[in-house]
């Protein structure tokens, strides 16, 4: 449940009870965030995307970007230093449905006829497709790539396929991915999309013969119902691979699969690392006969080296231990976390904050990188000089940079912006986050990033001396996410109004190792609802919130622990809801997607063992306890939360009368893409806070979408 970013016309519905008056009931009196703010929703909106991806083409820097005027994801390019370019323009969207969230979605490899040989999956269609692509030219114009290519065929009736991680095969006449097969159900009683869906490393002919012939799509390797990180040897002798299978998810347990290639097809597969309570997220080759990996078997995602054997065997060993997390959760296909070069290891470390950092095996040498930068995106890509990756900090915001490896011994350098760095407009009231630690009443310590109220007044009231700012507290996706410090628009449209906001690591985490993600196992809607009312009451204990005017907002997994919060706790006065699980009972095998579809056994229990436990946590089946105003906002399009989720709750508050707003997107899925729906979100949400807090939370506002967006 880890939801994509939100950007999104809008369709409204709902329903109102006789209470549900919105701003009219308010406390005429103001009583904090009720500022007036230069930072709108349709500003919010505008720069909602994001990128991902980052990946090396000769000195060119090459990335996914996340476009919320259209909702498509663009491939662009830059030179150091240079403005950034479109690679393809048009209506490309660079993006694929692997595992539901999507897995590295382009190869860009050298083609001695055009600069660049480009591959790359179309969302529309979900194809592979190539290109050729003229190299940039320092001070020239950008040459148009070539018309892309088919490589893969269309779907036939009644099936989804979708290609992600492409790599260059032996040979270079194929590309290999995973590919991801998905039958259409032929009735109620073949809803569940595990036994449905199958997964390959397949083989595609560069030159275009598979797109009307889908024999052509040579099967490399099987072996595990899920499969990432496709990698072949340096000397094109063996295979690489991550895999692992329901009811687990890969940070509860994977495999790392090597194989022999034998006329390119994958033999004697051995499983070398990993299993009963290790995850390994990423492998890379060091050399034909041995690799690099990250694992956690002592409890946190450390380096390790796994020798091969010629007697078939395999020796594993850490090689970097440290209590820090050198990578996170697999949500994608493909992610990487660490990168090996000539210079040694490129890899991130952290427990809360960041380091980038080159390791040098032959010396054991640790050097940080990229001074001053705190957070670190998990699509880190490095060759022999330089690595790319995106990076924030709580006094920056995020940026692809360019980070020079400096030599054995050698001077470290300054990370170099791929693209220079725009004004910021709302540099005046922009927070800078700060981590922070509450410790539980069972003693357990709660991390979390607490921004304060920005502009003028820090206080964040106009109630007069003394009175502490109204809270949100923001509940994290995944549950397997985790926060960065680093500054958004979404934050700063709160804080610039006068709101402070906390956004909680809480237990089931990532970035404090295994230990700290397991308490959630079997403890969903409680752990993740305790740890969010320690944050809330940290603050308040401090002064730095008003606990009466505290309100809960998140979606996805966070969407599910804001709804469990309203129906356990009294600790918040209104709720924000976004995409939510909220019957989870329900939420498994065909009512969500193939990846998830065992996920609630691990956070929740098996059924029907576990009933009581289900019954006890579940938002719908406590509904009748939510006494508090909200605002619930669904994508129509959302197969991972699916509306029905939502609608059940928003009938259920409905009924009684509650004041309550509901907000349904078209085209739109698990977190919003479009500028329209972020919008229309966040003018929902403050007209929540509005009624709630007893204060106007004053604009500038925007008319409400095209397309309309309901009251409740």
Known sequence: ?????????????????????????????????????????????????????????????????????????????????????????????????????????????????????????????????????????????????????????????????CYADPVAAPGGGEVWCVRETTRAATGPDDADPAPRTARAIVAVPLDGSAAHDPARVRVVARSHHFLSGVRISPDGTRLAWIGWDHPRMPWDETRLVVARLEDGTAVEQAEVLG???????????????????????????????????????????????????????????????????????????????????????????????????????????????????????????????????????????????????????????????????????????????????????????????????????????????????????????????????????????????RAYRERLRHSWGTVDVQDSVTAAADLARLGLADPARTAVRGGSAGGWTALACLSSTDAFCCGAVYYPISDPARWSGGETHDFESRYVEGLVGELPRDRERYDRVSPLGNAGRITRPLVMLQGADDFICRPDQAERIVAAVAARGLWHRYLVFEGEGHGFRRASSVAASLEAELELYAHAMGHAAEGPREPAAAGGAAAG
């Open 1 to 161: 449940m880890s939801s994509e970013q939100h950007d999104g016309g809008a369709r409204g519905s709902a329903a109102q009870g006789p209470a549900a008056q919105g701003p009219a009931a308010q406390d005429p009196a103001p009583r904090g965030g009720a500022r007036p703010s230069p930072v709108t929703a349709a500003h919010v909106a505008a720069g909602s995307g994001s990128s991902s991806w980052p990946s090396g083409a000769g000195e060119e820097a090459w990335w996914c970007a996340s476009d919320p005027s259209t909702a498509t994801v663009r491939l662009r390019r830059a030179l150091p230093g240079g403005a950034a370019q479109d690679v393809l323009g048009g209506t490309w969207s660079v993006r694929n449905r692997s595992l539901g969230y999507g897995g590295r979605p382009y190869l860009v490899a050298p083609d001695p006829d055009a600069g660049h040989l480009l591959v790359f999956t179309h969302h529309g269609d979900q194809r592979l497709y190539r290109t050729r692509v003229p190299a940039l030219r320092p001070g020239g114009p950008a040459e148009a790539a070539g018309e892309p290519v088919p490589l893969t065929p269309p779907d036939e009736d009644g099936t989804e396929t």
């Open 275 to 513: 299993g009963p309570g290790v995850s390994v997220p990423q492998a890379e080759w060091r050399d034909a006969g041995s690799l690099y990996a990250m694992a956690d078997p002592d409890g946190w995602w450390n380096l390790h080296r796994v020798d091969l054997h010629p007697d078939g065997t395999a020796t594993a060993a850490c090689v970097l231990p440290m209590e820090r997390e050198c990578a996170d959760a697999l949500w994608r296909v493909g992610a990487t976390f660490f990168a090996v070069t000539p210079r040694g290891v490129v890899l991130r470390h952290r427990h809360g904050d960041e380091q980038l950092a080159l390791w040098e095996p032959g010396s054991g040498t640790l050097t940080a990188l990229a001074d001053g930068w705190t957070e670190f995106g998990s699509d880190l890509w490095a060759r022999d000089g330089h690595a790319l990756v995106l990076a924030g900090a709580a006094d920056r915001s995020t940026a692809l940079l360019r980070v020079p490896l400096p030599p054995p011994g050698g001077p470290v350098e300054p990370p170099l912006r791929c693209v220079p760095a725009e004004p910021d407009p709302y540099a005046a009231v922009r927070p800078v986050g700060e981590r922070r630690t509450a410790t539980a009443a069972d003693g357990q310590r709660v991390h979390y990033v607490y921004w304060a109220p920005t502009g003028p007044d820090p206080r964040g009231t106009d109630a007069g001396e003394g009175q502490a700012p109204p809270l949100l507290v923001h509940v994290h996706g995944g549950p397997t996410s985790s926060t960065s410090v680093t500054p958004d628009t979404e934050t700063a449209f709160f804080t610039s109004r006068g709101f402070a906001v906390a956004s909680v690591d809480y237990g089931g985490s990532t970035g404090y190792g």
